[in-house]
């Protein structure tokens, strides 16, 4: 079966909640550890920054692409095209190259890929690769079936859900909005808002002191959090045309839990939030008392 013919369920109209996007909007055409994970695009500073605060609960990011909207395998096919005409890499090799990679930005891909080539001629291709995603994969995603109920009820659970992704954050936001999905999260940060890792610092200088968990669908979403204290990899495993990643895949490069559907998200983060809580009692408790001084 064709790729863009994989079948996927319909959204939940009634699920909705009320936002401003208008139908018929048009999206616009945007120009062992890896060393590339901390690769990205110029990061554009945000001119306030925003002030930690307090939530009620703990804070969930999810990651876009493959995770909540299911559209990884049309956008490896773009990437695969993209790559056999800019670098002559046979097509299907180009695309496993492209999912084995993906999860970082698409430039630091093809740094990684194809590290001899010329600088110009990986600019020249990531700019087409952007354009062609937008008209040929985003142009036609949807989020995976569970994902609108899912946000729904984690919003009732009082968890603070919030977007890391490596897409255009305007991109990002108006494809969240198109799909009435845009309502449940407190904050998008995309690629020009730096990378992956450096979302997860800033979410965790918003949000201190609560459990973070990051879900997300390949090995640089699950190792980026390595290094940011406190935040947890969850994963979604995938099945698609030559590329199975599991969910032992997941576990390997550090994901807490994963799975094919993210159906049990919310009992998993119950379970985990319940493990974070009892560490943290138990260390506390473990602190030697001060002796109180003598007057």
């Known amino acids: 079966m064709p790729l863009g013919d994989l079948p996927h369920d319909s959204r939940d109209e009634g699920e909705r909640p009320p936002g401003p996007f208008r139908s018929g909007l048009e999206l616009p055409v945007v120009p062992a550890q890896s060393q590339f994970a901390e690769v990205s695009r110029p990061v554009v500073k945000r001119a306030e920054s925003v002030p930690p605060r307090t939530v009620e609960r703990g804070v969930v990011v999810f990651d876009l692409d493959g995770t909540i909207l299911d559209d990884l395998g049309a956008i490896s096919v773009v990437a695969a095209d993209v790559m056999a005409q800019a670098f002559r890499t046979p097509s299907e090799e180009a695309r496993i190259h492209y999912l084995a990679t993906t999860g970082m930005p698409f430039e630091a891909q093809l740094a990684q890929l194809y ?7 990986r600019a020249a291709t990531a ?33 603070t859900l919030a977007v890391s992704t490596g897409a255009e954050t305007q991109m990002a936001e108006l494809l969240l909005e198109r799909e009435g999905l845009r309502y449940w999260f407190e904050e998008v940060l995309g690629s020009s808002d730096g990378t992956k890792r450096e979302h997860l610092a800033e ?12 879900v997300g669908d390949s090995r640089f979403d699950m190792e980026a959090s390595g290094g940011v204290l406190g935040v947890v990899p969850l994963g979604r495993a995938s099945r698609l045309p030559a590329w199975n990643l599991t969910p032992t895949d997941l576990k390997r490069w550090g994901a807490a839990w994963a799975d094919y559907t993210l159906t049990k998200l919310p009992e998993v983060l119950s379970r985990l939030e319940a493990t974070t809580l009892s560490r943290r009692t138990r260390r506390r408790s473990a602190r030697p008392k001060r002796k109180a001084r003598a007057r």
Do not use: C, G, M, N
């Not at 040929?136 to 995603?141: L, Q």
């Not at 979410?203 to 990051?214: D, H, Q, S």
């Open 115 to 121: 590290p001899d080539a010329p600088v110009s001629l």
């Open 203 to 214: 979410y965790r200088r918003r949000y201190p002191a609560v459990p973070i968990f990051l």
């Open 127 to 159: 700019r087409t690769f952007h354009q062609r995603k937008v008209t040929e994969a985003y142009a036609k995603a949807k989020p995976f079936p569970e994902v609108p109920k899912l946000l729904k009820r984690l919003a009732q659970d009082r968890w």
